[in-house]
């Protein structure tokens, strides 16, 4: 098993394919980096919620 | 003298009791006696599929050459749309003057209640549409092998088309706005009966035997009486117990 | 028989207890073996001989296709479970299920699409395949659309529990249609039985890929269902609790 690219420059261009290959790839990182963050966005809007009702019902002595 | 007696009981407990058969038929007569009067319901579809087809020409060409061509699809996807235009008003009037809820309670099995309804909606907006299908067939120009092969495949399409649609119209029906939601998740499922409706024609105008896609409509259609009153029973239950 | 662990299965807290431990495991997993595919998949696969590199698209094409079709049927299990033994939790594993396996769908598509464009010249093609992804992404919009629509939580999951379910039934029905009709379509490149027509050199690093894949939807569901749990639960003593105490520690990370 060998590196299949001469140089950065040729892994990038993957003789003419590149944009395509690198397109699809970053296309799916993007869809699959929303979908991790969604959750991660919800658990700090959860997290404000609760504290806010904590707060109207036992305010702080 | 006692046996007389029992004999009495029986026959007034069965005047009383309404067979399955009975319910079923007492159903699907009223289902249609309403249609009928209300006739709206019913020509609007064929109404549609009409003027939808006149549309065709204008938009893309008035030559017979093309027109045939496309006549097959172009047919079966305007019966297709009018049939579900035609869905939203299955369950809804039923569900909003409380009959709905009484034929739920009723002793007869739902399942067979809601094969009779959606009997009654094939043969107002199903079977119509299947006999207007071949005068709109002469308007774009459908050579003339195309004829019987479109009215059997419609014929045992859109059974398939009302018994799939009937489950979106009933886990719709307790929504204010069900009408677009209802094509949107329908109209995925009707793909197969497009597919093999459309080729049906088509084959046949290429001069093909079409048994095969008959025969597959056929199954179809048999798949959908079995499977589709489950589905249609369970959400009408809960859409009306909600 | 011992049921108890399917009962408990049905209980919010003790799956959330349980994938606090197990997700961090099962993400890692799922790092690694993709990171390590597209590494292997990008830079030392070979090329392929008729359609050069722009066939190593095909490393998260296929994947994400598998998990598509793969998510539809979680999400109808899921469904069923919940219909049948009213279990909330699994109500919430579907309603989480739709919209992980509408983007995988997505991605599926639109990798597709790219793929195709240096391969047949066009981005798209009605090709048996594409358009039964295309039909399994509408299947899928539909169910979230279904589960928008309602105000109360549980009609809207019973009815989208019985719209996956017809789903479910259907998908092999419109794969087989589609495949009937459109003839002018690829063998299938990977099948489990018969002989493979895809070179070793070129199929462990997809076979790492659809693992690492596999790994990744078990990160996600589990992510969102959690996500789902403290949401309809927030009410409860034990996830107020568990917020008000870890709150802190959860920022910092």
Same mark, same amino acid.
């Given at each position: ?49 609760? %504290?806010? /009702?904590? %707060? ?6 | ?8 009981? /029986? ?6 009791? @309404?067979?399955?058969?009975? $319910? ?13 009067? /209300? ?20 938009? !893309? ?19 297709? *749309? ?19 809820? /009484?034929? &739920? ?9 809601? &094969?009779? %309804? ?25 050579? +003339? ?32 706005? $069900? ?45 959908? !009486?079995? *499977? ?5 029973? $369970? ?8 | ?58 490393? @998260? ?16 299990? +899921?469904? +069923? ?16 299920? +739709? ?67 017809? $789903?479910?039934?259907?998908?092999? @029905?419109?794969? %087989? ?77």
């Amino acid at each position: 098993m060998k590196f299949q690219f001469e140089s950065i420059a040729d892994l990038l261009s993957m003789s003419g394919h590149g944009p395509y290959v690198w397109g699809a790839y970053f296309v799916t990182f993007v869809a699959i980096a929303t979908l991790i963050y969604i959750p991660y966005k919800l658990k700090r809007q959860i997290v404000a919620q609760v %504290k806010r /009702q904590q %707060k109207i019902e036992k305010p702080a002595h | 003298m006692s046996a007389v007696n029992t004999n009495l009981d /029986q026959q007034s407990i069965e005047q009383t009791e @309404i067979s399955l058969m009975q $319910g079923f038929w007492a159903v699907l007569k009223r289902d249609v006696v309403t249609a009928f009067r /209300q006739r709206s319901d019913m020509i609007n579809p064929v109404v549609f599929f009409l003027m939808v087809v006149t549309m065709m020409p204008l938009g !893309i060409s008035p030559e017979a050459k093309s027109l045939s061509f496309l006549a097959p699809g172009l047919l079966w996807v305007i019966a297709l *749309l009018a049939t579900l235009l035609s869905l939203d008003s299955l369950f809804r009037s039923d569900y909003e003057d409380g009959s709905l809820e /009484q034929v &739920i309670l009723s002793p007869q099995s739902l399942y067979f209640m809601v &094969i009779a %309804k959606v009997l009654s909606h094939w043969l107002t907006t199903g079977l119509p549409l299947t006999f207007v299908a071949p005068l709109l067939g002469v308007l774009l120009a459908l050579p +003339a092998e195309g004829y019987l092969p479109l009215l059997g495949s419609l014929l045992l399409g859109t059974v398939t088309l009302s018994l799939v649609g009937a489950i979106g119209a009933a886990l719709t029906v307790s929504l204010r706005k $069900g009408g677009l939601l209802l094509s949107l998740i329908i109209m995925p499922l009707y793909v197969p009966v497009l597919i093999f409706g459309a080729s049906c024609v088509r084959m046949a105008v290429e001069g093909f035997a079409i048994g095969g896609p008959l025969a597959i409509l056929g199954a179809f259609c048999a798949v959908a !009486i079995v *499977l589709a009153p489950l589905a249609i029973a $369970g959400a009408l239950r809960m859409s009306v117990e909600a | 028989m011992n049921w108890q662990w399917f009962h408990r299965l049905g209980s919010p807290r003790w799956f959330y207890e349980k994938t606090s431990r197990w997700s961090p495991w099962v993400g890692t997993l799922a790092l690694m073996t993709i990171v390590i595919g597209v590494i292997w998949g990008l830079g030392f696969a070979p090329e392929d001989s008729k359609q050069g590199n722009s066939y190593r698209i095909i490393f @998260i094409h296929v994947p994400a296709a598998f998990l598509a079709l793969a998510g539809y049927y979680v999400m109808a299990i +899921a469904g +069923a479970v919940g219909l049948i033994w009213r279990m909330k939790l699994s109500f919430m594993v579907m309603k989480c299920a +739709a919209p992980i396996g509408a983007v995988l769908t997505f991605i599926s598509l639109v990798t597709g699409a790219v793929w195709g464009k240096p391969t047949w010249g066009t981005w798209w093609v009605w090709d048996a395949r594409i358009t039964s992804m295309l039909i399994l992404f509408f299947l899928y919009l539909g169910v979230i659309a279904l589960q928008g629509a309602y105000q109360s939580r549980d009609l809207s999951n019973k009815s989208s529990a019985i719209l996956s379910l017809v $789903g479910m039934i259907n998908i092999p @029905i419109i794969y %087989k249609s589609v495949d009937w009709w459109f003839t002018l379509h690829q063998p299938a490149t990977l099948k489990f039985t018969g002989p493979s027509s895809i070179d070793p050199s070129m199929a462990y690093p997809l076979l790492i890929m659809i693992f690492g894949f596999y790994c990744l939807y078990a990160w996600l569901l589990m992510k969102w269902t959690r996500l789902e749990i403290l949401e309809q639960e927030q009410k409860t003593n034990w996830v107020k609790e568990l917020l008000l105490t870890g709150g802190i520690k959860s920022s910092k990370s």
